[in-house]
């Protein structure tokens, strides 16, 4: 057996590495965001402004953010919940519920609309019962919140589960043998370890949410200054061959969703730093 020198690695050495990840980054993250903000610059500053704050592109952006939150709120909350059951207990048909977690992945996110859509209607199967009791889904920020937890509910089972399974089980046995309750055992010996992927989980739900386009674009029935999602703006000053103010748009969109994306980004280490100072303690 062949056995690796002290200072040998398998990979190359960190020079390689480093130029092929910098490149790697700039052609497929840092260039086409590059371009997005010269074809912004085309505009003059008045022009500029008068298209980022125009009141419907205000809304769109006020609409994509609420509800891309809201669901990734719901989905904090729920995904873990599902992680929860998936690592905790057995029962019947738990591997098909497994599966079933990935399938916004693989759907393709149109297909998803339409069936929200054609489900959530007012003649449709869930819509025809909530619609004598005055609940509209359908055309409604309540639709498009639905789509987007649909879509985002992978990120924070999937970023959790992993967490879970690798929890060691003598804490929870030591408390159970100290006399603790449950909800104070859950609440100060496991849900530590799990803010840090609960964050991650949200962020990424979160950020997803934000751009998505197919699901909702269907669901939302896209009237201005309502329903009109700031992706849908976007792709309709494409339409309309104003490049420039679509660019102009989504760099706005773009700055909004990484200053937020930096925030979580802090809290996250934050936590991840108290976790480690409370176990070193």
Known sequence: MIRLRKNERILPGFSLTLGFTVLYLSLIVLLPLAALAIKSADLSLAQWWNTVSDPRVVASYRLSLTTAFIAALVNFVFGLLLAWVLVRYEFPGKRIIDGLIDLPFALPTAVAGIALTTIYAPKGWIGSLLEPLGVKVAYTPI???????????????????????????????????????????????????????????????????????????????????????APLLIITKLEQYQYAQ????????????????????ILQRWSNRRLRAVKGG
């Open 246 to 265: 679509a660019a102009a748009i989504a760099v706005v969109l773009l700055l909004i969703s990484f200053a937020l994306l930096l925030v979580i980004n």
């Open 143 to 229: 639709g498009i919140t639905i789509a987007l937890i649909f879509i985002g509910i992978p990120f924070v089972v999937r970023t959790v589960q992993p967490v879970l399974q690798d929890l060691e089980a003598d804490m929870e046995e030591a408390a159970v043998m100290l006399g603790s309750y449950r909800f104070r055992i859950f609440r100060k010996v496991i849900l530590p370890d799990l803010i840090p992927p609960l964050l991650t989980g949200f962020a990424l739900a979160f950020a997803r949410g934000i751009g998505e386009y197919g699901s909702v674009v269907f669901i939302s029935g896209n009237m201005p200054m309502k329903t009109e999602i």
